[in-house]
């Protein structure tokens, strides 16, 4: 059967860009029962010889410079946002009032205020659309929010989360402009908040629920930094580090933390989650292992279990090889793009919608005052 097309308009085409689009060009390969299939329409960025060469070299069959253009072709159906942060609301605002479907890169936006009106584009346009917290499609990740749906782990008493790096601890690390935007904050809105504990807020409310309060620290070491848009020392606005807690409406109590000045750390995304009966880890330097302990195993073999999730019997893996062999990062995005082609032909919603990810954006903005203003907030 000759399949549905859904042709691509990426905005963007840095690291995120690879990504997606690496997600989009393997996803017939591994999900081949699926109506719809990826084109690589257009990509766009505002420097040509870079747009083009990216064209070239990932199968794009056209570009543009400027967004609104490609917003305007009527052969593109869904504008896919891969831009810094504070380009998201403007590129999916208009999309979304042009009819087309809108994926954006996380977060949603740089605020909620600058969110709000992005679901409300979308919803008012009834496009499908979607945010790319791609650690939910982790396979492991997958099978923790099923076996905690299942009821095994019984009342949550603790959700532990971390994400670590070290990328930023050289002070003479410019900020601003390619590459460099994630440490300037008119570009990215927040630092390690809106970056990586955004992904690890996601993560928790899909699997715990919804965040009742918050109480933060944030800092930041580096003061100021050269600006590369400026050729200044310029003052540093982002959140270096940030720590909080929380309470879920669950009961349970957060603890979350985040980090790019852990030496030693390139990107250590941990979970652990306590309950009642059993515990649930997760570490995304290994991806492929969920560790699991169950308070109702016999006593003298009760201990952490690693299960291997490569098994044709947990989530996404009967798409890839025979168990026991390996998927990594870039399947996680594969594993979206296969979700969001599913939801279409199934006329559902593909989770986190832009209003599920405004949740996200609330819990941030509640931790960066929290910061602020040295008190618990209400999310
Ligand atoms: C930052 O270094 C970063 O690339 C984030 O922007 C991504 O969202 C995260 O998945 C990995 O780290």
Redesign the pocket.
Known sequence: MAKKELRIGLVGYG?MGRTHTNGYKRVGDFFGELEYKPVLQAVCGRTEDKAKAFAEQWGYASYETDWKKLIERDDIDAIDICTPNDQHAPVAIAAAEAGKMVLCE?PLARTTEESQPMVDAVEKAGVPNTVWYNYRRVPAVTLAKQIIDSGKLGKIFHYRANFL?D?TINADLPQGGAGLW?LDATAAGSGVTG??LA?CIDTALWLNGSIKDVSAVTETFIKERMHNLTGKKEKVEIDDACTFHCHFENGSLGLFESTRYARGHK?LYTLEINGEHASIRWDLHDLNRLEYFDHSDESQVRGWRTIHITDGDHPYMDHYWVPGLCIGYEHTFINQVADFLRSLQDGTPCPPTFRDALETAKVCDAVLKSARERSWQDV
Request: glycine fraction near 0%; aromatic fraction near 22%; charge should be positive.
């Open positions: 690291f996380k790096q990328w994630r970056d990586l992904h990107a």
